[in-house]
């Protein structure tokens, strides 16, 4: 930080309640009044360098002592002290702190050269020029003490050169950066490696919004920096200034200073989405989601909200589960997780998505995004399922939204909804009917379908589904087999390699069933035994079913009305729940002998 040192006497101002003087044998003759503040001071050391005091003194009729009223000076009492210590020649230490306060009182007051030579104003320009511009935090402090004094700031071009100061500084090689920066990112060392692409955007996070804006839009009208060197500016702006997304809870005051905090906060943010650059990818989805959440919770206009969705969508497909995962902050809503943004952003990126891709090939790029965005939405409700107040309608609105082709399998859907049913005991028969609804049940694979059919939290319709589609699947099976065979053998008869072919398999089978009529010859328990034992085998690999025969039937038709198929695996599937439910009975009457 540069300082500037004038004036050689010492401090002979006191300050006595609400009156300033100095100390000196000649009485006072000049009294200047700012807001509550008395100076007491003599016309012999201000007036041969203030223009104003020479004009205002000379107008008026009393010759002994003359009172002014300075109340609209820029910089109040403070800024007038130090212009008066300078015309006492009383030393005054000058910064980039005080600068901006000093130099607007000198151009009110006058203190120009055509007033007196080497006067105030040329030594504050001087050092503004030589010291103040030429440095680094220097500009970004002076610029930062302008808010105080937008307007007068401004007139003088003040704001104009600071800013056009940092922004040569920003766009100046980082190997060529030789000024001291503040960058405090985990593992860097300014002693150990080069100086990092963005060295600058710490140090003007500590701007007021309005000048970063200023800042900021003059780097993007040079076309210099690449867009995500400017998005990275604007994360540590909102790093900075914004509450954090997962932690946002009301501040401890008063409601006007609530509101006030809450509406700067709304400023930062509405202005942050006007400046991101236009080019995907500029920023990340993670920051683009983060700040939907904190602007959902701050009330941010519908303008900022709807282009933070749109932006949000257009890089879904880079999200993790971790992005996805904010609080809610509605009042109304006792679950944690704001499930409502997340399909708010789903529903925009399905939107764009059919209007690019109306119909996708497979392994194309447009199947291979909506299958990716299908398992990042899976996962999503696998944790979000654990939230013990969300609704089963929250769910299905994130769960339905996803095509059908958007997911391969529903095995990630299917965990999701287990672990729903597992964190709410108490959910009721038509909610789980309800939650089930998007699974699809031929697109399980054959661990998970074994899984389901043992899983005693599903509805038994799901289960039924299951099970019903095992016995079509199988059927399926049976036919296309003895279908195979009948060409063989037809074949059989044109080619005699094809003969020999189908001997070889014959024998093959005769041998492998050989053993088996072997342990028929050993002693056996009667045909009647034997059957029920083998009726038993086959329903040991089925899992029993604990609701009563007409809960069943009414399942296997309310299934069968639904979903169609063939009649074989229709009745199939009916034997097999009769058969299942007998078998319990049957064991339940051995028990009890």
Known sequence: MKFMKLGTRPDTFFTEEATRSVISDIPSDLVIRINNINFLLHQFSLLPKCGLLQRLCSDSEDSNTVTVELHDIPGGEDAFELCAKYCYGITINLSAHNFVSAFCAAKFLRMTEAVEKGNFVLKLESFFNSCILEGWKDSIVTLQTTVKLTEW??????????????????L?????VTWSYTYTRKGFSKQQQSVPKDWWTEDISDLDIDLFRCIIIAIKSTYMLPPQLIGEALHVYACRWLPDATKITPPESS????????????KIIEIIVTMIPA?????????????????????????TKTELIRRSSLQLEEATVS???????????????DIDLVAAVLDSFLLLWRRTSPAPIENSQSMRSIRKIGKLIDTYLQVVARDINLPVSKVLSVAEALPDIARKDHDDLYKGINIYLKEHPELSKADKKRL????????????VRTHAVKNERLPLRTVVQ?????????SRANDQRMSAQEQLLSRGKQIPLVRDELSKLQLEQHEQTAPLEGIGKTPAPSESSSRNHQKMKRTDKKIALESEKKVVREEIEEVETK?????????NAKKMMKNRSGSDHSRDKSRDR
């Not at 071009?157 to 056009?164: E, K, M, T, Y």
């Not at 500029?282 to 009330?299: K, M, N, T």
């Not at 998007?438 to 661990?447: R, V």
């Not at 979903?563 to 009745?571: A, E, L, Q, V």
Request: aromatic share 6%.
């Open 323 to 337: 992005d996805l995962l904010f609080p809610t902050h509605s009042s109304s809503n006792q679950h944690y997780y």
């Open 563 to 571: 979903d169609g198929g063939s009649s074989g695996s229709k009745i």
């Open 255 to 266: 409601v006007s200073q609530t509101d006030d905090v809450a509406e700067n906060h709304r």
């Open 466 to 474: 299951v099970l019903f589609f095992e016995q079509d699947k199988g």
């Open 436 to 447: 089930c609804r998007p699974l699809d049940c031929q697109k399980l694979s054959p661990e």
């Open 279 to 303: 080019d995907k990818g500029s920023v990340s989805v993670g920051f683009l989601l983060r700040l939907l959440s904190i602007a959902s919770h701050l009330g941010a206009s519908t303008v």
């Open 172 to 176: 100046t090689p980082p190997p060529k």
């Open 153 to 170: 700031s401004e007139n003088l071009g003040i704001v104009r050169r600071c800013v056009d100061s940092i922004v040569e500084k920003i």
